[in-house]
C-alpha cells in the first residue's frame, strides 16, 4: 500500500497516512487539529496543481489542437 501525504486546510499540518490505491481522502483526519478538511497531495511527484510551486518543467504537452 502507497502512503499518501495529506495537508491540512485548517492548520496546515501535513501528515501521511497508508491507503489503498484508489482510496478518497474520506475519512481522513488532520492529527493536529481533528478536521476533516484535508487535501491529498501527490506524494513524490509533486507535479501537481496546488498551491503554486514554481516549477514550470516541460510545459503544456497540448496534443490535439488543429
Ligand atoms: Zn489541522
Redesign the pocket.
Known amino acids: 500500500m502507497p502512503i499518501y501525504e495529506y495537508r491540512?486546510l485548517?492548520?496546515g499540518?501535513v501528515f501521511s497516512k497508508l491507503q489503498r490505491v484508489g482510496a478518497t481522502s474520506e475519512g481522513v483526519r488532520?492529527p493536529?487539529?481533528g478536521?476533516e478538511k484535508v487535501e491529498r497531495m501527490l506524494s513524490t511527484f509533486a507535479s501537481g496543481s496546488s498551491s503554486g510551486t514554481g516549477t514550470s518543467t516541460g510545459a503544456a504537452s497540448c496534443t490535439g489542437f488543429t
Open positions: 491540512c485548517e492548520c499540518a488532520c493536529k487539529c478536521s
